[in-house]
Antibody
Framework: QITLKESGPTLVKPTQTLTLTCTFS??????????VGWIRQPPGKALEWLAL???????RYSPSLKNRLTITKDTSKNQVVLTLTNLDPVDTATYYCVHRKPVPGHWYFDLWGRGTLVTVSS | DIQMTQSPSSLSASVGDRVTITCRAS??????LAWFQQKPGKAPKSLIYAASSLQSGVPSNFSGSGSGTDFTLTISSLQPEDFATYYCQQYNSYPLTFGGGTKVEIK
């Protein structure tokens, strides 16, 4: 059974750096084709994809946030870490960790963590 | 970036109704499209991938269709637990993008 759980601060000040950790179980991020991503959702708004890290350490970022985002993995700890620098109140959102499931010819985000609400405020 | 446009943004329907939600991509994405359901205060749940393939465990009253730029999610007979917000997402190319969502409310 695959599970993902996000952890990190709930309140961060503007200009600070946010570090979120996704701790997962039920799969290995060293298995071919597997990936873990981050998606956020501001209160009352739509979903926004942020970043994705593959089993081979390849990384993809949202171009609009690329200069502020870093995604890394620790395969031995079954963790993926997302950092977002220079926070602004518009970064207030629920941040979700997601598992990318490969299927022949396709892939999709089949499982999501419960999410963690991060508020950016002074 | 590929823009995903959902319509309508909200709709009211009754239990038992047939509901159709449309998702349009700003350029062709073949069938690299997924649908998600989100209930208030909960994480999204995967429903469909590859435009029409049902995620394991998803009831058969959900179906998806389309290819290229135009896609639909259909709920053949709306159940009380189906009242939620639905999102489409393309994974043809980066950046991955979502539609703005369609809220299905009780009439």
């Amino acid at each position: 059974q695959i599970t993902l759980k996000e952890s990190g601060p709930t309140l961060v000040k503007p200009t600070q750096t946010l570090t979120l950790t996704c701790t997962f179980s039920g799969f290995s991020l060293s298995t071919s084709e597997v990936a873990v991503g981050w998606i956020r959702q501001p209160p009352g708004k739509a979903l926004e994809w942020l970043a994705l890290i593959y089993w081979d350490d390849d990384k993809r970022y949202s171009p609009s946030l690329k200069n502020r985002l870093t995604i890394t993995k620790d395969t031995s700890k079954n963790q993926v870490v997302l950092t977002l620098t220079n926070l602004d109140p518009v970064d207030t959102a629920t941040y979700y960790c997601v598992h990318r499931k490969p299927v022949p010819g396709h892939w999709y985000f089949d499982l999501w963590g419960r999410g963690t609400l991060v508020t950016v405020s002074s | 970036d590929i823009q995903m446009t959902q319509s309508p943004s909200s709709l009211s329907a009754s239990v038992g109704d047939r509901v159709t939600i449309t998702c349009r991509a700003s350029q062709g994405i073949s069938n690299y499209l997924a649908w998600f359901q989100q209930k208030p205060g909960k994480a999204p749940k995967s429903l469909i991938y590859a435009a029409s393939s049902l995620q394991s465990g998803v009831p058969s009253n959900f179906s998806g269709s389309g290819s290229g730029t135009d896609f639909t999610l259909t709920i053949s007979s709306l159940q009380p637990e189906d009242f939620a917000t639905y999102y489409c997402q393309q994974y043809n190319s980066y950046p991955l993008t979502f539609g703005g969502g369609t809220k299905v409310e009780i009439k």
